[in-house]
Structures are given as C-alpha cells and as structure tokens.
C-alpha cells in the first residue's frame, strides 16, 4: 500500500460527459501528480500540483483540468470525454515540491475510466 | 529536460542477474537518476535511486559512470515476479516533470 488513494477504481460513462476522478496523497506530501496511461501512449504526465499551486504542466488537455485543494487531495476534472480518453489515470505524491528527482515518488493504483 | 533511451524489452531466466542499461546523454548537473517498476494495471513503484557511482538496496543495484551520461540497475537473481517494465527517469528539477519514457519490458522466463 502506497498511502495515496484514488477513487474511483472504476468509471465508465458515456463520450461527452464529465467525470471528476479524486486523488488523496500520503499523509505529509505535498505534491501531487496526474498522469494518463494507455495502451498506445505509456505513461502520460498531465499536470503537478504543490502545495495547492500547479508547478508543472505536461501534455494536458483543455478538456481536462485540475485542482488541489487546502487539505492536499486533488481533483482532475474530465469533460467533453472522447472515446480516446479511456485510459488508468494515475496519482502520484512526493514530499517535495522540487519535482521527485531527488526523492520517492507514490502512486496510487489507478482510476481505469472507460467512455462509451 | 533529459531525455533517456532504454531497450524495448528483455528476455531472462529465473535465478539469473538482469541489467538494463538507460542511456541519458543530457543529463543536468543537478539531475538525480530514478528506476520504477510497474506491474500491468498498477501504478509504478519506486526501485532506486543515486547520483552518481554506485548506490544499492535490498531489491537492486544501481550502477553510473563518472560522466553520468548511462545507467545500469542491476537485478540479483530474478524470479518470476520481477517480470515488469522498468522505468528510467532522470530528474528535471527545473520544470519540476516526473517525466517517464518508453520503459523496458523484462520478462523472467521459468
């Protein structure tokens, strides 16, 4: 167990909706980090967040967005959901806001969102 | 940002020492060199991590020249379960990414 919890495990919903997936981190960590992983595209970063400021943008799209709130626990928000956009969406917490390059990184186990 | 180049895949028996070797020719003065593990379906988990010579734990061994420019992660004898693709990450502390590449697929034949 890692100490980061992702809720949903599972999601599936039709293409044009909008889903909220949730993110709590280990206990302490300030930093959170999404990423989107499909079979054709690896492992995807999205976006970081510390400390309830994004820090680092990657390859996210305007149909998604993200927010961490005064308590850590951060919220990416899907909308206008496209077939494409089935995929594990991971969460990851360090206790750094200098990315994790010089520390351990924890992932959740996933929210595996299905669009229909 | 460093980009690293890692093998695809690799085949090994169990019982024997696997070393997967990452490639990172730009790497920052700054950057640390990471290795994850990642089952299908779960989220990576950290392995190892160093600067610079030769950095060990209890699961492997993490090996880089004094150029920095590669990296080996040594396996001791692998089981089974170690099949898993592995990850190599080499910090960007300036952007702040947790940025993964294309990782190497390790299958542990019995």
């Known amino acids: 167990d890692s100490g980061v919890t992702q809720t949903p495990k599972h999601l599936i919903t039709a293409t044009g909706q909008r889903v909220t997936l949730r993110c709590s981190p280990r206990s302490g960590d300030l930093s959170v980090y999404w990423y989107q992983q499909s079979l054709d595209q690896g492992l995807q970063f999205l976006i970081q967040y510390y400390n309830g400021e994004e820090r680092a943008k990657g390859n996210i799209l305007e149909r998604f967005s993200a927010q961490q709130f005064p308590d850590l626990h951060s919220e990416l928000n899907l909308s206008s959901l496209e077939l494409g956009d089935s995929a594990l969406y991971f969460c990851?917490?360090?206790?750094?806001?200098?990315?994790?390059?010089?520390?351990?990184?924890?992932f959740g186990q996933g929210t595996r969102l299905t669009v229909v | 940002l460093a980009k690293t180049t890692q093998p695809i895949s690799m085949d090994s028996y169990e019982g024997q020492e696997v070393n997967i070797t990452c490639s990172h020719n730009n790497i920052a003065t700054n950057d640390y060199i990471t290795w994850y593990q990642q089952f299908p379906s779960q989220g990576p988990r950290f392995i190892i991590q160093?600067?610079?010579t030769k950095v060990t734990n209890e699961v492997a061994s993490l090996f880089i020249p004094a150029d920095r420019k590669s990296s080996t992660l040594s396996l001791p004898r692998v089981s089974l379960s170690d099949t898993a693709v592995y990850y190599c990450l080499v910090g960007d502390g300036a952007t702040n990414k947790l940025i993964f590449g294309t990782g190497t697929l390790l299958a542990v034949q019995p």
């Open positions: 160093g600067y610079k």
């Open positions: 990851a917490s360090s206790d750094t806001g200098e990315g994790a390059m010089n520390t351990e990184a924890f």
